[in-house]
C-alpha cells in the first residue's frame, strides 16, 4: 500500500507512520514489503517479549481458533479459569483475584473502578511524567501527555512531582532521592483533597516518561503514605510485568506488594491481554458495592490461551533470568559507548528496559532534542527501530530501547552499534549544518 493511501484510509492517531510497511515479524526481526529487514528494539509496542510470533503463542491461538474465540460475557472457558489461578499462583498473597481484559488502558479504569467501589471515595493521585492511558480516567492520570486539547479531567485527579535522580523535579537533590518530594507531593494533594482520597497510581519505572525507575525505597514510602489515609496503592506492570526488569515483577525488587496490580502488554505476547488482580477483601467488598464494570471481550479464552504460552515459555526458557543478565550486557555496552559521546548525558533502567538521554553537554544538560530526533529517524533507516521519549519532561530526547527477552548477544551488538553510527553520523550532519 502506498503512503498516500494510508493517509487516505487510516486516521494518523499519533503523528506520523513509520516509512514502510510491514510483511512479517518474527523473533527480534520485522521485514518490510519492500525487503528491509529492521531489529526491533521496541518489541512491537513492548509487548512481544518472546520476540514476535512466538510458535508457541502462535500454536495457542490456532488451538483457541479451533476450540473456543469469544464467549458471552458472562461464561468462561478452562484457559480463563487456569490464566487466574495461574496468576494467582505467581503473585504473592494477597493478590488472588483476577479480571481478565485486553489493553493496559482497560486494565487501569478497572483498577479505578475498583479502588472507588472499594473505598467510596473518588479522588486519585497520580506521578507527573506518568502514562497509564488515554481514555477517560486514565487520561486524567497520565500526565506525560494527552491532555491538552481534550477538555477537563475527571474531577479529584491529582499530580505529584515524580522523583526523578536524574533531573529533581523540586530542585532539591542530585543523583540520589530522597524521597522529599513524595512528602511534598502528599502535602500539597492534602491540602487540594476534598477527604475523598480513594487510590494512588504508579508505574515502577516511567516509561513514557523518559525511563524513570522509582528510586530506592520511594515505592515503600509511597505505600505508607497510602495506608495513612485509607487509599489504595495500583502498580500498574503493562511494561515491567513478566521479566522485562529482570524479575517476575518490578514491585518485588521494592520489598512491596501492591494493594491493586495492573498487568497488560507483556502478558500476551503480542496478543491483546491483560489483567487487573486485586485481593479477596476488596473484590469481596467492591462486589458487594455492586462492583459493575463490563467490556465485550472481557474474560475472552483466545487471549488467555495466549497468556498461559508466554508464561510457560517464560518459565521453561528462564527468560526472566535472561533479562537480568542481557540487561546487564546491554548497560554495559551502551555505558561504553558513552564513553565517546558527550551527548549520552544519562543510562538509565532497570533489566532490559533501558533509557538513552541525550544532551547538548554532560554540565547543563541541556535536551539534545533535534539530535534525538535525528538519531532515531537514521537508527531506523540503518536497519534499528527504537522509541523516543521525554527524558527533560517536556521534550523527545530520550531514547528507549525494550528488546524482546530473547535478544542475542549479537542483536545487542548490532544495535549500539547502529546507534554510535547514527550518533557519529548525525552529530557530523548538525555540526556541518546540513
Ligand atoms: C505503563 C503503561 N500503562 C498503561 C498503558 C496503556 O496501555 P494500552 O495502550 O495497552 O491501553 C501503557 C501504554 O503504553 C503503559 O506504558
Not at 486524567?140 to 486539547?149: A, D, I, N, P
Not at 542481557?326 to 538509565?348: A, N, S
Not at 539534545?368 to 530526533?373: D, E, F, K
Amino acid at each position: 500500500m502506498a503512503h498516500d493511501e494510508r493517509e487516505q484510509y487510516l486516521i494518523r492517531y499519533a503523528g506520523d507512520f513509520a516509512p514502510f510497511v510491514v510483511a512479517k515479524a518474527e523473533g527480534s526481526w520485522v521485514h518490510t514489503t519492500d525487503g528491509q529487514r529492521i531489529l526491533d528494539f521496541t518489541s512491537g509496542q513492548i509487548s512481544s517479549t518472546l520476540g514476535h510470533n512466538h510458535p508457541r503463542v502462535v500454536e495457542a491461538v490456532q488451538r483457541s481458533l479451533r476450540d473456543v474465540i469469544h464467549l458471552n460475557s458472562w461464561m468462561v472457558n478452562e484457559d480463563v479459569l487456569g490464566l487466574a489461578e495461574r496468576l494467582a499462583r505467581l503473585l504473592p498473597e494477597p493478590l488472588v483475584r483476577s479480571m481478565l481484559l485486553n489493553v493496559g488502558s482497560e486494565t487501569n479504569e478497572v483498577a479505578i473502578r475498583l479502588a472507588k467501589s472499594y473505598t467510596g471515595r473518588f479522588e486519585m493521585v497520580g506521578l507527573t511524567r506518568s502514562f497509564h492511558g488515554l481514555l477517560a480516567g486514565t487520561n486524567s492520570l497520565t500526565f506525560s501527555m494527552g491532555h491538552s486539547g481534550y477538555g477537563p479531567l475527571v474531577p479529584g485527579s491529582f499530580a505529584i512531582p515524580a522523583p526523578h535522580q536524574y533531573r529533581c523535579p523540586i530542585r532539591h537533590c542530585l543523583n540520589a532521592c530522597d524521597t522529599v518530594c513524595l512528602d511534598v507531593g502528599f502535602e500539597t494533594v492534602d491540602q487540594a483533597s476534598v477527604g475523598s482520597l480513594a487510590a494512588m497510581m504508579v508505574e515502577p519505572v516511567l516509561s513514557t516518561g523518559g525511563i524513570i525507575p522509582l528510586p530506592d525505597g520511594y515505592l515503600q514510602a509511597a505505600k505508607t503514605k497510602c495506608d495513612e489515609r485509607g487509599m489504595l496503592l495500583i502498580v500498574d506492570e503493562a511494561q515491567t510485568g513478566f521479566g522485562r526488569v529482570g524479575s517476575m515483577f518490578a514491585f518485588e525488587q521494592d520489598g512491596v506488594v501492591p494493594d491493586i496490580l495492573t498487568v497488560s502488554k507483556t502478558l500476551g505476547g503480542g496478543v491483546p491481554l491483560g489483567a487487573t488482580i486485586t485481593s479477596a477483601e476488596i473484590e469481596d467488598r467492591a462486589h458487594a458495592n455492586g462492583f459493575l464494570h463490563l467490556t465485550t471481550h472481557v474474560s475472552d479464552p483466545m487471549p488467555a490461551a495466549a497468556g498461559l504460552a508466554v508464561l510457560d515459555v517464560i518459565e521453561e526458557e528462564g527468560l526472566v533470568e535472561r533479562a537480568k543478565a542481557m540487561g546487564e550486557y546491554l548497560f554495559d555496552q551502551l555505558h561504553t559507548m558513552q564513553e565517546t559521546h558527550e551527548e549520552v548525558g544519562d543510562v538509565r533502567g532497570r533489566g532490559l528496559l533501558v533509557g538513552i538521554e541525550l544532551v547538548t553537554d554532560r554540565d547543563s544538560k541541556t535536551p539534545a532534542t533535534a539530535l534525538g530526533a535525528a538519531v532515531t529517524a537514521e537508527c531506523l533507516a540503518l536497519g534499528l527501530s527504537m522509541n523516543i521519549v521525554k527524558g527533560d519532561g517536556r521534550t523527545s530526547n530520550c531514547l528507549r530501547m525494550a528488546p524482546p527477552l530473547s535478544v542475542t548477544h549479537d542483536e545487542v551488538d548490532l544495535a549500539v552499534e547502529i546507534l554510535d553510527r547514527a550518533l557519529t553520523n548525525c552529530k557530523a550532519a548538525v555540526e556541518s549544518g546540513s
